[in-house]
């Protein structure tokens, strides 16, 4: 089986999160010669496979990893074709999961398969939820994997980054998320009697402009900065004749490592002193990066560069994945994979090429990781 009929194979697995819809079980077996590990939670099945080349004991030697979901969104309408009977199409793939990321998964796992010789374990670690919450999926496995003393050094996330042409960009890092919910509290009254009322919207107004699109930090090398985008703003009662009592106002900064919750609430408190009001933020994501001179960042774009001729980006763009585990497990963690264009659309696809391509620079990477 080459990668492209191991790719065929996963598509075909109707894996909406978090049923994985036996591709584990697949993944487990085709992996002859690797151990394995379940770690399964509240239905999310988590699987880490892993093995030990030549003379070398567990905990000698590099320990590097590939990891990723098997997990799909629902496929929605529109599509010309059944989304899971993958079919090929003028060199095209087209199936759900095309991108995101059975193409990943597919490539690192054949690279595992014909890999003969490294200096150290390699292994995959692979969850059924990442498309959801991602409570039970990868984080549970490496919360396993540090009690038993089995962390990776390094990781590699086989997300589809790439932009425009296969090789351009891989993420070394993610910016974290904050949900923002603020209430204004005033005095609902007549419309024709402005000053026997408190109007929240009135008091928001002079304000607003130090929220909405302000920047909380000025970015750096790596991250661009945290801006405050207003989500939602919502007060009254949809008439023309009474002023609203309060007023909500949702908001989301997709932030950087220079700016904390924390950070956030003194921003807040320093405009809306004198209001009466209350703030909730939540986090669903921490933001991280790996150093440019780690190993698996200058391995990887070597070997990017040597299989493709790219001189690839590193970027930190993007919303959240499962990286952001690693990162918090204080693993180098790298993602890259086929380009980005259509996951989560209609007729979801990539191209022949593209995978066969990821399979060489997984196969180049590990081949040299040592060198």
């Known amino acids: 089986m080459n990668v492209v009929d191991l790719l065929l194979k996963l598509l075909s697995c109707k894996s909406l999160t978090p049923d994985d819809d036996g591709s584990l079980a697949f993944i487990e077996e085709y992996l002859e010669g690797y151990e394995s590990v379940y770690v399964n939670k509240n239905g999310v099945k988590n699987l880490f496979l892993y093995k030990t080349f030549g003379n070398e004991k567990w905990g000698e030697g590099t320990h590097l990893c590939f990891a990723g979901h098997v997990d799909v969104v629902p496929a929605g309408d529109k599509w010309d074709t059944n989304p899971f009977v993958p079919v090929i199409k003028e060199g095209e793939i087209y199936g759900r999961g095309t991108q995101d990321m059975k193409s990943g998964v597919a490539a690192f796992v054949q690279t595992c398969n014909e890999v003969e010789d490294f200096n ?4 995959v670690l692979l969850t059924s939820d990442e498309e959801g919450e991602g ?70 107004a002079p304000i607003l402009d130090k929220i909405a699109g302000v920047n909380l930090d000025s970015g750096d090398d790596d991250f661009a900065p945290s801006k405050m985008v207003i989500t939602d703003i919502r007060g009254g009662m949809e008439v023309t004749n009474v002023t609203p009592g309060s007023l909500n106002i949702m908001f989301n900064v997709r932030n950087s490592t220079k700016t904390t919750q924390e950070d956030i609430r003194m921003h807040i408190e320093k405009y809306f002193d004198g209001l009466d009001y209350n703030l909730k933020l939540t986090q669903g ?10 190993k698996v960042v200058k391995k990887l774009t070597h070997s990017i560069e040597e299989i493709t001729g790219i001189k690839t980006k590193l970027s930190t763009a993007g919303g959240t994945s499962d990286a952001r585990f690693m990162g918090a497990f204080g693993i180098d963690v790298v993602e890259f994979g086929v380009i980005n264009d259509t996951i989560h659309a209609p007729n979801e696809r990539t191209s022949i090429k593209e995978v066969e391509k990821l399979c060489d620079v997984f196969k180049h990477l590990v081949k040299h990781f040592e060198g």
Do not use: W
Not at 120 to 123: A, D, P, V
Not at 157 to 186: H, M, W
Not at 285 to 294: A, C, G, L, N, Q
């Open 120 to 123: 150290g374990t390699l292994s």
């Open 135 to 204: 409570k039970y999926g990868t984080v549970v496995m490496l919360e396993y994997l540090k009690e038993k003393g089995m962390l990776p050094d390094y990781c590699i996330v086989a997300e589809p980054t790439c932009e425009t042409t296969f090789g351009d960009a891989i993420k070394i890092g993610r910016r974290g998320s904050i949900n923002g919910y603020l209430t204004i509290q005033g005095k609902q009254g007549h419309a024709a009697y402005p000053e026997k009322a408190i109007n929240p919207v009135h008091q928001i």
């Open 285 to 294: 994501s921490y933001p991280f990066v790996t150093t440019r001179d780690s």
